[in-house]
């Protein structure tokens, strides 16, 4: 059996279907230094994200920061993807048939997110005081690692702590985000600042521009603490009984890297392989 960490995106991977969060805990187990396919809908994303995290890096380092170079590295990623989409892209592993335009759409959509990054916060964000953006780090919760990884963290001219969050996607701010934002917070209060009431959060939806900023205080990390381990100790008691039932749809199964390890999926996919996808 593996040994148990979390994260956000597991969680979230757990509630959808416990079975794929199960295959690929087993299968991250066993071969760690295989690349695993990507759904397409985490493509943009991903694209988006390497594109600022590269120039955020720049102006860390005092250089100068531009749209167009984190739009050359997101075009730059998803052409290498692309061009072994047979096995680097989930949806075409799975026999799925996605519609022709998928990948201009794609780079479409990067060129909006970026712009909008670029044109409408970075102006702001660039005036703040660089502490630390796309490190993987984490922090013990019941001796279990909860792994973080936040898009950027920056100290105001007051020296309050704020913890960025890009979204991409279609999703409206939701539960989900508010919970992922506060466990940043919790990472950001062990690592970098001891009084909650100055640690703020913001979910930047570079789809919208839409912006959900909210401060911290003791009682939202107290709640969120318990809620991490109330949820880590259903898990490992779902661990330790070996019980991850499969929760299968279409649209997840299509677009899920273990659907050929999956009887429940591959009975819902069947016969259903020519799909519009989506793709954010
Ligand atoms: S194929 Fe569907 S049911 Fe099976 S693990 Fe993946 S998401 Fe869950």
Redesign the pocket.
């Given at each position: 059996m593996f040994s148990m960490e979390w994260s956000v995106s597991q969680s979230h991977q757990y509630n959808e279907?416990p079975?794929?969060w199960y295959?690929q805990r087993r299968s991250a187990e066993g071969d760690r230094l295989r690349v695993r396919p990507v759904p397409l809908k985490s493509l943009i994303g991903i694209a988006v994200h390497k594109g600022i995290a590269e120039q955020i890096g720049l102006w860390r380092d005092g250089k100068e920061v531009s749209a167009l170079g984190a739009e050359e590295i997101g075009l730059t990623y998803i052409s290498r993807i692309w061009a072994q989409k047979e096995s680097t892209i989930t949806e075409f592993v799975n026999g799925v048939v996605v519609e022709n335009n998928t990948r201009s759409r794609m780079e479409d959509a990067m060129h909006q997110r970026i712009a909008t990054f670029f044109n409408m916060f970075w102006p702001h964000l660039s005036k703040y005081q660089y502490v630390t953006h796309e490190t993987l780090d984490s922090f013990l919760i019941q001796g279990v690692k909860m792994w973080v990884q936040v898009d950027l963290a920056t100290r105001d001219s007051m020296g309050g702590l704020l913890v960025s969050d890009w979204k991409t996607g279609q999703g409206h701010h939701n539960e989900a985000d508010s919970h992922q934002m506060v466990v940043y917070a919790l990472w950001a209060n062990k690592k970098f600042e001891p009084d909650p009431d100055r640690i703020h959060t913001q979910v930047v939806n570079l789809r919208t521009g839409q912006v959900d900023r909210r401060t911290m205080n003791v009682e939202s990390l107290a709640e969120t603490e318990q809620r991490l381990d109330e949820e880590i100790a259903r898990v490992s008691e779902a661990v330790r009984g070996g019980n991850f039932v499969?929760?299968?749809s279409l649209e997840?199964?299509i677009s899920?890297g273990?659907?050929s390890l999956?009887n429940?999926?591959s009975s819902?996919v069947q016969g259903s392989r020519s799909q519009s996808v989506n793709i954010d």
């Open positions: 279907c079975r794929s295959l499969a929760i299968p997840k199964c899920c273990y659907l999956c429940e999926g819902t």
